[in-house]
C-alpha cells in the first residue's frame, strides 16, 4: 500500500516573552527587520475564477511563521465588487490568538488616484491590536502617475510616505520585483520598502499565489511595523488582486 504523503506543518518562530507598553502579540515585531508574506493557492479561484477569501502565511528571514491572516468578506462582495470590495483580515498568532486586525470600508467610488483628494474618493485601512484599538492608519494620496500613500500614527499624525513605481508590470518581458520605497514624511530619505516578488510565470498568470516581501528598521515602534503590514496588504488589493481578476477574465 502506498505510503500517504505528509503535510507539512509550518515552523513558527518561537513566541517572545511579553513587553511593557508592547501591544499583545506584537513581541514578534520587536526582533525582526524583514516580513515574507505568501498568499496561499486556492484552486477553486485558480481553475474557476471565482473568488475566494485570501488567506497569507507571514514568515520572518529564516521562514519561520510569525502569523497567519485570514479575510473576512461577504460572498456576494468578493464576486461583485471583486478587488474594489471591503474586507477584514484577522492576523493570529502561533497560539491562534488575533493578535492584529485590518479593516478597510467599501466605498463605490474609491481608487482613482487622481481623485484620491478627496476622502471618498481614497482607499483606506486602519490597523488594529489588539483588535478593537487603532495604532495606524494608511490613506491612499492624490497622484497622477505613481502611486503614492500616507502612513499614519494611531493619533493621526503622518509616520512615512509610501511610492510606488509609475509602471506596474510583471509577465514575460517584465520579472522584476515590484518595490514600494518608503520615505520619511519629507521624502528625504528611504527608510524600507514593499516589494511584490516575481515568483515565475506559470504562478504569476494562473494562480493568485502572491509573494511579498517587507523591510523597515530593526528599531522602529512596533505599531508602526504592523501599519506597514497593512499598507502591504492595501497594495495587494489595489494593483495585484485586479490583475488576476484581469487574467481570470
Same mark, same amino acid.
Given at each position: 500500500? &502506498? ?25 514578534? /515585531?520587536?526582533?525582526?527587520?524583514? /516580513? /515574507?508574506?505568501?498568499?496561499?493557492? *486556492? ?11 485570501? =488567506?497569507? &502565511?507571514? =514568515? ?7 502569523? !497567519? @491572516? ?12 471583486? &478587488? ?28 482613482? +488616484? ?16 489588539? $483588535? ?12 497622477? /502617475? ?13 509616520? !512615512? ?22 520615505? +520619511?514624511?519629507?521624502? *528625504? ?5 514593499? +516589494? =511584490?516578488?516575481?515568483?515565475?510565470? @506559470? ?5 493568485? @499565489? ?5 523591510? !523597515? $528598521? @530593526? ?11 497593512? &499598507? ?10 485586479? =490583475? ?6
Amino acid at each position: 500500500m &502506498a505510503a500517504q504523503p505528509q503535510t507539512q506543518q509550518p515552523q513558527w518562530m518561537p513566541q517572545p516573552q511579553g513587553i511593557p507598553g508592547c501591544p499583545p502579540g506584537l513581541e514578534y /515585531l520587536t526582533q525582526i527587520d524583514q /516580513l /515574507l508574506v505568501h498568499q496561499q493557492v *486556492e484552486l477553486l479561484e485558480a481553475f474557476t475564477g471565482w473568488e475566494t477569501s485570501n =488567506k497569507y &502565511a507571514i =514568515k520572518n528571514s529564516m521562514g519561520q511563521q510569525v502569523y !497567519f @491572516a485570514a479575510e473576512e468578506s461577504g460572498t456576494c462582495m468578493r464576486q461583485c465588487c471583486g &478587488a474594489d470590495r471591503g474586507f477584514v483580515l484577522h492576523i493570529t498568532d502561533n497560539a491562534g490568538q488575533e493578535v492584529m486586525r485590518v479593516t478597510r470600508e467599501f466605498k463605490c467610488c474609491a481608487g482613482c +488616484s487622481w481623485c484620491a483628494g478627496s476622502d471618498c474618493c481614497a482607499m483606506v485601512v486602519n490597523i488594529e491590536s489588539p $483588535p478593537g484599538t487603532v495604532v495606524g492608519s494608511v490613506r491612499q494620496s492624490q497622484s497622477f /502617475l505613481a502611486p503614492k500613500y500616507a502612513l499614519y500614527d494611531g493619533s493621526g499624525s503622518m509616520v !512615512f510616505r509610501i511610492e510606488g513605481p509609475v509602471c506596474i508590470c510583471q509577465g514575460i518581458c517584465c520579472t522584476s520585483d515590484v518595490e514600494f520605497n518608503i520615505y +520619511s514624511p519629507d521624502m *528625504e530619505h528611504v527608510v524600507g520598502k514593499i +516589494s =511584490k516578488q516575481w515568483s515565475g510565470l @506559470a504562478k504569476e498568470w494562473f494562480t493568485k @499565489a502572491d509573494n511579498f516581501g517587507i523591510n !523597515f $528598521p @530593526a528599531d522602529l515602534d512596533v505599531k508602526v511595523k504592523a501599519s506597514l503590514l497593512g &499598507a502591504l496588504f492595501l497594495i495587494d488589493f489595489m494593483y495585484f488582486e485586479k =490583475k488576476d481578476e484581469d487574467n481570470n477574465n
